[in-house]
C-alpha cells in the first residue's frame, strides 16, 4: 500500500516539477517548451477558427427556420455554445483542459489498483474462481440459472471454487466434500450469512428459523421440533387429513375436467398442502375453495415471485438501490405489500387460536404449543413455515406423469397390484417401491431450490488445502451433484429404474438431498415426504393424467427464487 501512495504521488506530481538539470539541458528543455506551446497555441487558435465557421452555418440555417422551430431549438443552440466554449475555450486555456483530464486518469487509475489489490489480498488461501469486480464481484456474470454458472466453473476451477456476491462465497459442488464438511462437521457451518436488507423489509429484522443462527437458532430448533412432535407431526393424523383432502380434490378435478375439458391442478395441489400445514400450524382445515386459501395461495406466490425480482435480490449487493424502486416498477414495495399481507392473515389466525386456547389444556397445534411457550417466556412471536416447495415437487412429479405415461402405466399397476381400491396409507410406502422411485427421481431432476441458503463459516476450517477463514460465506450447491455425470449415468434423463436394485426394491440414494444436509436441513422433511407420498399415490390410483395438448408439455422451468413449472393443463381419467 505504501507503495501505491508514493507511486501515485509521483504522477500526480510529474506535471509540474522536474529533476535538476544542467545549464545546457535546461537550455534545450526550455527551447522544446517554447516550441511546443506554440504549436499547442496555433492549433488552439486553428480549432477556433473552425469553430467559429461552425457557428455562422448552424445560425444561417437557424434564420431559415420557421419561427416556431427556431424557438424550440433556440435553447439546444445556446446550449451547445456554451458547452462548445467550455470545453475548447481558446487556445490558451487547451494546457489546462489535457492537465485535468491526465489528473483524473491517474486517480480513476490508481482507485482500480487499490480495488484490484484489496480482491487479491482477499483471495490469498481461498480457492480459486472467476475473476471479480470491484464492487459488483461476479453478479455481473450470473446467468438466470445459476447451475450452468456452476457447471462451467465447476469444470474450470474444480470441485470447490469462490465467486464474489461482493463478498467472498465458497462454493462446493462435490458428494464426498459436502459429506466431510458440511454433514460430518456440521457445527462449524450451521451459521447463516442473513440478507439484512431483504429481512429488514419483510420481519423488520426478525430472522426467525431459517436466517437465525448460533444459540437463538438452536433453541427456535429444538423447540419447534419438540412442539411438532407432541401435535402430532408423525402420527395418523395427518395422514388422515391427507387421505381425505385428496378424495375432495380428486372429486373437483372430475368435475372440472368432465367431457376432457382441460385442467389446471395448481390450485388443487395448493390447498392439499396448504391444508395440512394449517391443521398442524392452527388446529383446523378448510374447505375446497375456501377464499382465505385463494388469498393465501395467491399472497405466497407474489412473495416467492417478487423475491426473485433482480432489484430485491441485488439489495444486498447494492443497497442504495432501495432509494430507486419506483424506476424499476416499484418492485421492493411490492414485495413488502404482498408479504404484509401473508404476515396479517397468520396474525389473525393466531389471535382465534389465543381467544380460544385454555392455558391449562394440551397443545393441539403449533400455535397453541408457541402461544403457551411465549407465556411462558412472555418471548416474541416466531414466523411460520411456508409450503411452496412441496406444492411446487407435486407439480412436477405430475408434469413429468403426463410426459412420460408409461412410468405412470407402471405406477398405477404397482398399486393396483400391492394396495388395490382402499385408500392408501402410510404403511404401504415399504410396497410401493416404484412410486418411491418416480418421487425421488423427480427431486433429483426438479432441484426447486434455485441457490441454496449460504452458510457461514463459525470456527476456522480447511477444504481440500485451502484454509476458509470465520465469517465467510459456503454454499453445498448439491443440485450441482443431482445432475453430476459422474455419480448418475445420463443424469439430465428421466429414469426412475435407476433408483430399483436387481431385486425390484426402491432403494434410496444418499447423493440426492432435495432437503439439504447438515445442521440446517429442513425442519419439515418428515411431513413433507408424507404429502408427497400421500398425494402423488391417491391421485395416481384414481386417476389418469394425460396432455391437453397434441404434443407433451414441455418442461419450461421458470427460474427466480425457486424453480417451478411454468403453468400447464392436462386432460383427466378417472379409473374408478
Known amino acids: 500500500m505504501n507503495f501505491l501512495i508514493i507511486f501515485s504521488f509521483c504522477l500526480l506530481t510529474i506535471a509540474t516539477a522536474m529533476p535538476d538539470m544542467t545549464t545546457q539541458q535546461r537550455a534545450q528543455y526550455d527551447s522544446i517548451k517554447a516550441q511546443t506551446v506554440s504549436r499547442l497555441s496555433s492549433s488552439g487558435q486553428q480549432a477556433q477558427m473552425r469553430m467559429d465557421q461552425m457557428e455562422q452555418q448552424i445560425d444561417s440555417y437557424y434564420q431559415s427556420l420557421p419561427q416556431s422551430t427556431q424557438n424550440e431549438l433556440n435553447s439546444f443552440h445556446d446550449q451547445m455554445k456554451m458547452n462548445t466554449r467550455s470545453i475548447f475555450g481558446n487556445g490558451n486555456n487547451m494546457g489546462g483542459f489535457f492537465r485535468k483530464m491526465i489528473v483524473y486518469i491517474v486517480v480513476l487509475a490508481v482507485l482500480a489498483i487499490i480495488c484490484y489489490s484489496f480482491f487479491i489480498n482477499r483471495l490469498k488461501g481461498l480457492p480459486p474462481g472467476p475473476p471479480p469486480l470491484p464492487l459488483l464481484g461476479n453478479v455481473h456474470q450470473f ?12 469444470k474450470k476451477y474444480g470441485k470447490i471454487f469462490t465467486i464474489w456476491m461482493p463478498h467472498p462465497v465458497v462454493v462446493i459442488t462435490d458428494y464426498k466434500l459436502l459429506q ?51 401435535v402430532g407431526f408423525n402420527n395418523t393424523t395427518i395422514q388422515n387429513i391427507a387421505v381425505d383432502y ?9 368435475k372440472e375436467g368432465a367431457n376432457k375439458q382441460p385442467v389446471d391442478l395448481t390450485i388443487g395441489i395448493m390447498t392439499g398442502v396448504a391444508n395440512i400445514i394449517w391443521h398442524q400450524t392452527f388446529g383446523r ?21 417478487r423475491m426473485s425480482h433482480p432489484v430485491v435480490l441485488g439489495l444486498e449487493v447494492l443497497p442504495f438501490i432501495r432509494h430507486f424502486d419506483t424506476l424499476f416498477g416499484s418492485p421492493i414495495k411490492k414485495l413488502v405489500e404482498s408479504n404484509d399481507g401473508l404476515l396479517d392473515v397468520i396474525q389473525k389466525e393466531l389471535e382465534i387460536v389465543e381467544k380460544e386456547f385454555i392455558d391449562d389444556e394440551t397443545p393441539k397445534c403449533y400455535a397453541e404449543a408457541f402461544i403457551a411457550e411465549m407465556k411462558r417466556r412472555e418471548a416474541k412471536g416466531e414466523d411460520l413455515a411456508g409450503f411452496e416447495t412441496t406444492v411446487t415437487t407435486l407439480r412436477f412429479v405430475l408434469h413429468y406423469m403426463v410426459n412420460n405415461p408409461e412410468a405412470q402405466f407402471k405406477a398405477q399397476a404397482e398399486i393396483d397390484e400391492k394396495v388395490g381400491k382402499r385408500n392408501i396409507k402410510m404403511e404401504d410406502q415399504k410396497n410401493l417401491h416404484y412410486c418411491n422411485a418416480i418421487i425421488q427421481e423427480v427431486q433429483r431432476l426438479a432441484n426447486i431450490v434455485a441457490l441454496n441458503f449460504t452458510r457461514e463459516v463459525s470456527a476456522p476450517v480447511k477444504i481440500e488445502g485451502y484454509d476458509i477463514p470465520v465469517g465467510t460465506g459456503v454454499i453445498p450447491e448439491f443440485s450441482i451433484v443431482h445432475l453430476d455425470e459422474n455419480e448418475f449415468e445420463r443424469p439430465d434423463y428421466f429414469c426412475p429404474e435407476r433408483h430399483i436394485n436387481e431385486n425390484g426394491e426402491f432403494v434410496k440414494n444418499p447423493r440426492i438431498t432435495p432437503f439439504s444436509i447438515g445442521k440446517r436441513s429442513c425442519l419439515g422433511e418428515g411431513l413433507a415426504r408424507m404429502e408427497l407420498f400421500l398425494y402423488f399415490t391417491s391421485f395416481i390410483q384414481r386417476l389418469t393424467f394425460s396432455s391437453a395438448y397434441k404434443v407433451p408439455p414441455p418442461l419450461n422451468v421458470k ?9 400447464y393443463e392436462v386432460i383427466i381419467e378417472s379409473r374408478d
Open 143 to 154: 446467468d438466470v440459472d445459476m447451475d450452468k454458472n456452476f457447471f462451467e466453473w465447476k
Open 180 to 230: 466431510e464438511h458440511i454433514v460430518k462437521d456440521g457445527d462449524k457451518f450451521s451459521d447463516r450469512i442473513n440478507p439484512k436488507m431483504m429481512m429488514e423489509y419483510l420481519v423488520k429484522g426478525e430472522y426467525g428459523l431459517v436466517f437465525n443462527g448460533n444459540a437463538m437458532w438452536r433453541e427456535q430448533r429444538r423447540f419447534a421440533l419438540h412442539a411438532l412432535r407432541n
Open 246 to 254: 385428496s378424495q375432495e380434490i380428486i372429486s373437483q378435478w372430475k
Open 285 to 305: 382445515t378448510l374447505p375446497y375453495g375456501d377464499p382465505l386459501f385463494e388469498q393465501v395461495n395467491q399472497l405466497m406466490r407474489d412473495v416467492v415471485v
Open 559 to 567: 427460474i427466480g427464487f425457486m424453480r417451478s413449472p411454468a403453468p
